[in-house]
């Protein structure tokens, strides 16, 4: 069973730069999508980037290229998302999510085609 816990959120101003991790556990020695989704008051859950947790491929939603870089570091079982120019629209909870992947397959940007997920965690930009 893949876990996943959240950290890094938080208050940040406008044009300012948060990083957020994903520490996993219970992943086996295969290939796994590692996933970012937020979710805005009112809106629905939407896709920022995903990676291969073996191979390091990225995905990124379009809107976002340029500002999130998402990255990982196997030692420490954690993915990151480096958010930078953060703008107010930007404020969410954010939430890592995983499934079992395979090294030729393309990252799904789809929630549903994740089963694993993190609490959440809050990141309000504001002045």
């Known amino acids: 069973q893949v876990q996943l816990v959240e950290s890094g959120g938080g208050l940040v101003q406008p044009g300012g730069s948060l990083r957020l991790s994903c520490a996993a556990s219970?992943?086996?020695?295969?290939?796994?999508?590692m996933g970012w989704f937020r979710q805005a008051p009112g809106k629905e859950r939407e896709f920022v980037s995903a990676i291969k947790w073996i191979a390091g491929s990225t995905r990124y939603a379009d809107s976002l290229k340029g500002r999130f870089t998402i990255s990982r570091d196997n030692a420490k079982n954690t993915i990151y998302l480096q958010m930078n120019s953060l703008k107010p629209e930007d404020t969410a909870v954010y939430f890592c999510?995983?499934?079992?992947?395979?090294?030729?397959?393309?990252?799904?940007?789809?929630?549903?085609?994740?089963?694993?997920w993190g609490q959440g965690i809050q990141v309000t930009v504001s002045s």
């Open positions: 999510a995983a499934r079992a992947g395979y090294p030729w397959g393309n990252l799904p940007s789809v929630q549903d085609d994740y089963p694993y």
């Open positions: 219970g992943l086996m020695s295969r290939e796994y999508f």
